[in-house]
């Protein structure tokens, strides 16, 4: 499975961004899907993952309520829906996979390269 991830940029504190990760490969579908993230001087953190079917999502206890992970697998892509953002959410997002959504909370298969979302003040 190939990764890639798009959709960061500079944004405004208290606005959204919707960040996009499209896989390749003929078994992406039956993949869970992730986001993390890392910010400057930190370690790479969980953000959301989302199961095969996207009926079982798992959410880090900083970002729930504000971002909304979904998938199409029609389309390859997993979505990253961040609302009310703020300063703090500035990092590096990466999307990953692997076979299990509980699991992908903690370790990954397949990661795809990082898309910068910078949040300002």
């Known amino acids: 499975v190939q990764l890639q991830a798009s959709g960061g940029g500079l944004v405004q504190a208290g606005s959204s961004r919707r960040v996009v990760c499209t896989g390749s490969?003929?078994?992406?579908?039956?993949?869970?899907m992730g986001w993390f993230r890392q910010a400057p001087g930190k370690e790479r953190e969980f953000v959301a993952t989302?199961?095969?079917?996207?009926?079982?999502?798992y959410y880090a206890d900083s970002v729930k309520g504000r971002f909304t992970i979904s998938r199409d697998n029609a389309a390859n892509t997993v979505y990253l829906q961040m609302n009310s953002l703020k300063p703090e959410d500035t990092a590096v997002y990466y999307c990953?996979?692997?076979?299990?959504?509980?699991?992908?909370?903690?370790?990954?298969?397949?990661w795809g390269q990082g898309t910068q979302v910078t949040v300002s003040s």
């Open positions: 989302i199961n095969w079917s996207g009926s079982v999502t």
């Open positions: 990953a996979a692997n076979n299990n959504v509980a699991r992908l909370k903690y370790a990954a298969d397949y």
């Open positions: 490969g003929r078994t992406y579908s039956y993949y869970a």
